[in-house]
C-alpha cells in the first residue's frame, strides 16, 4: 500500500469523509422544523470521525466504549423519532458510520467502498421500495432467492474433483455451468423485462436463445404460421435465438475450459457475424404487424436447468467410453447424436472431458463444431414444419450459414486439418 496512505492524519480524514458522506444523504432526509431527525450532516461526520481516533488508538477498551456512546446516541434518536418514523435506518446507519470508521484504521479501502455503498443504498430509498413493492412479482422473488442459494450456498459446499471412477465428472464444475446458465438466462429475462414486451420479436428471440434456440425457433415458428405479416420479424428472432445460444456457449465454454475458447475464437465470430447480419437484415424487412406479447415465463427453470446439467454429465461419460472403446472418432460420433438433440449438453460433454485432462483441445474443438452443426441440421426441418415454407427458408438459410462460418472459421483456424 501506499505509504502516504498509511499516515494517521489520512486515516483519520478517510473516517471523517465516511461520516460525511452518509451524512449528506440522511441531512436531506431528516426534514426540518421541531420534527426533523435527531441525526444529520455533523452528527454523521463526528461519529465517523470518533470510530477513526478509536481504531487508531486500538485499545478494545475506548473502542468499546465509543461504541456504547454511539449506541446511546443511537437509541437517543430513535426515542424522538419514533411517532414520525418508526424505521431504525438512522440508528443503524449512525451506528455502521462508527464500525466504518474504526475500520478504516486496518482496512481504509474497504471501509470506504463500505461508505460508499452504504450511501447508494440510503440514497436509493424510493426507488428500491418501488421496485420492490411494485415491480418485483413474487415469482421473480422466489427465483432471486433460489439463484442466491445455488450460488452461494450449494457451490461452495461441492468438492472441486471428479469423483467417477473415470475421473470425468465434477461436482463443483457441474454446478457452476448451472449457476451460469441460471444467471445469463436471467439476464436475459431482465433484459426483456425493461424493455417491455412489446418492443419486437427480435429482443424476445435473443431472450429465449439463451434457454433454447429450437425452442424459441418452434415458438417463433407457430407466431409465423399464425400472423403471416409477422413471418420476416419472426424468422429475424429465430434467427437471433442461434446467435445468443453461440454466445451463451461461448460464455460456458469460458467456464469450463478457456483454452478450448481460444481455439473456437475463430468458428464461433464468423458464425456469429454471419448470422448476426442476416438477423438484421431480416428485421430490417421485418413488419411490425406481430409485436412481442407481454413478457412471459420466468427467469430460469431450475429442474429445467438440474435436467441439462444431468444430461452434460450423462454426455460426458458417454463420450468418455466412446473414446475409450473407439478413440478420438467415438468422441465426434458421440457429439453429432447428442447434437441432434441438444448443442450445448453435447458441446460442454467434450468440453468436460478436455477440461479433465482426458482428451486434447483440438479434438475437443473439433467435438463442438460437430455438435453445432448437427444441431443446425434440426433447426431447418423444425422451422419448417411448423412455421410454414416462407418461414422455414428464412430460418433454414440462417442456420446453413451459421454452419459455413463455423466451418470456414475451423478450416483457417487449423482445426479441419488432418
Known sequence: MNAFLEQPEFKLLLALGIGLLVGVERERSKGAGPTRGAAGLRTFALIGLVGGVAG????????????????AAAVASYRRSRPDDPGLTTEVAMFAT????????????????????????????APLQALVRDVLTQRELMDGLAFAI???????????????????LNPFALWRLAVVMMGLSALGYVAQRLAGGRRGLLLAGL???????????????????????????????????????????????????????????????????????YSLVLAGRGSAAGPADGVTGRAF???????????????????????????DRGVLAGAAATGLADAHAAALSVTGLAAAGKLPDDVAALGVLVALVANMLVKAPTAWALGGTAYGVRVGFGAVLLSAGLIAGAAVAGLLAG
Do not use: K
Open 150 to 168: 445455488a450460488a452461494l450456498v450449494v457451490l461452495p459446499l461441492l468438492p472441486d474433483r471428479a469423483v467417477d471412477p473415470l475421473g470425468v
Open 56 to 71: 487508531l488508538f486500538g485499545q478494545p477498551l475506548l473502542t468499546a466504549v465509543a461504541g456504547l456512546f454511539v449506541a
Open 98 to 125: 462508527f464500525l466504518l470508521g474504526v475500520m478504516t484504521a486496518d482496512r481504509p479501502q474497504a471501509a470506504v467502498a463500505a461508505g460508499v455503498v452504504m450511501a447508494v443504498l440510503l440514497a436509493a430509498r
Open 207 to 277: 431472450a429465449g436463445g439463451l434457454v433454447s434456440s429450437t425452442a424459441t425457433i418452434a415458438g417463433m415458428a407457430r407466431r409465423a404460421r399464425e400472423t403471416p405479416a409477422s413471418t420476416p420479424a419472426a424468422a429475424a428472432a429465430g434467427a437471433a435465438s442461434m446467435l445468443s445460444s453461440m454466445a451463451y456457449l461461448a460464455v460456458l465454454l469460458a467456464t469450463l475450459r478457456p483454452p478450448l475458447l481460444a481455439a473456437l475464437l475463430l468458428p464461433l465470430l464468423a458464425g456469429g457475424g454471419l448470422i448476426l447480419l
Open 301 to 327: 427453470d431450475l429442474p429445467a436447468t438440474a435436467f441439462f446439467v444431468g444430461l452434460v454429465a450423462a454426455c460426458t461419460l458417454l463420450s468418455r467410453l466412446l473414446e475409450i472403446w473407439l478413440g
